[in-house]
């Protein structure tokens, strides 16, 4: 049973000084958790800081089922945590599949071609993402919305324990954006660990079990979305401007009220 145990992460840029400080959470398996902030808040710092990224600072502790994240080796860890970077690059002269299949190397031994097992989870990557149409389409050659899909159905054939994802959301139409979030439950219902950034606060409450807000490097919330968007004025407070999220009936889904809803 996968457990992610995140104890006063603290990250920067530099040695002195933090861009995201003392978060704690542990999230186990079967949950999706959402990291919603305004800009800069630090919710890609701190996905970055969980995977200790090279270049970042980072003190406190990640472990994965009570192993150290950042004692694993790289291969070891890529076969157990995947990653969505906000801005992937996107890598010229590759076919969205061949772009997917990048997302198996962790699970390849050296030099070997890809096999037949391979192609096909990472087809079948591309159709869960709504993307399996695009499979011999270059990658150079298509919209922001589908280099989304293709980088989503990569980091889903990496078969991870884990899944961090910054800001997945982004580009879609909302009919990808449905079949994405409910693909989220989908997973966590298969016991995997998903971690997800996002703008869209009622789906943080809609689609996500647990939320996380962060507001300048701090955590100032972490729960049930009713907890979390039920605590006064915080939400007001920490974007700057009214807002109110209420569910559109007593068991409905989460609806946002920019300026308040009365
Ligand atoms: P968010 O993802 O919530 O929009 P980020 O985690 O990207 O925010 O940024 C958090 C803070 O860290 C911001 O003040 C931002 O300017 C700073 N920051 C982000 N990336 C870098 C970087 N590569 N070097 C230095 N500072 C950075
Ligand atoms: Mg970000």
Redesign the pocket.
């Known amino acids: 049973m996968p457990e992610l145990t995140i104890k006063d992460l603290s990250v920067g840029?530099t040695a002195d000084s933090t861009?995201v400080s003392g978060v704690s959470m542990k999230i186990t398996e079967g949950s999706v958790t959402a990291v919603i902030?305004p800009?800069?808040?630090?919710?890609?710092?701190?996905l970055k800081g969980i995977l200790s990224f090279p270049g970042i600072h980072s003190s406190g502790l990640v472990n994965l089922d009570s192993v150290d994240v950042r004692s694993m080796k790289r291969t070891e860890r890529a076969r157990r945590i995947a990653y969505l970077p906000?801005s992937p690059l996107v890598p010229a002269g590759l076919t969205a599949i061949e772009t997917v299949l990048l997302g198996r190397f962790p699970h390849r031994s050296a030099w070997s071609n890809d096999s037949g097992k391979d192609v096909e989870i990472a087809q079948e990557a591309l159709e869960m993402v709504g993307a399996g149409h695009l499979s011999q389409k270059f990658t150079d050659e298509m919209s922001g919305g589908e280099n989304r899909l293709v980088n989503l159905a990569a980091v889903l054939s990496q078969k991870t324990d884990v899944i961090l994802l910054d800001e997945p959301g982004s580009s879609l139409d909302y009919g990808h954006a449905a079949q994405l979030w409910k693909l989220l439950s989908d997973l966590a219902a298969k016991g995997i660990i998903i971690l997800a950034?996002t703008h869209r606060i009622e789906m943080s409450g809609n689609a996500f079990d647990k939320v996380m807000l962060?507001s300048e490097?701090i955590s100032l919330a972490f729960g049930e979305p009713e907890g979390v968007f039920s605590s006064g004025d915080l939400l007001s407070t920490v974007y700057n401007t009214p807002i109110e999220v209420k569910r559109s009936s007593p068991h409905g889904g989460w609806i946002v009220f920019p300026g308040g809803s009365s």
């Open positions: 840029y861009a902030g800009n800069g808040s630090g919710k890609s710092t701190f906000q950034t962060l490097g």
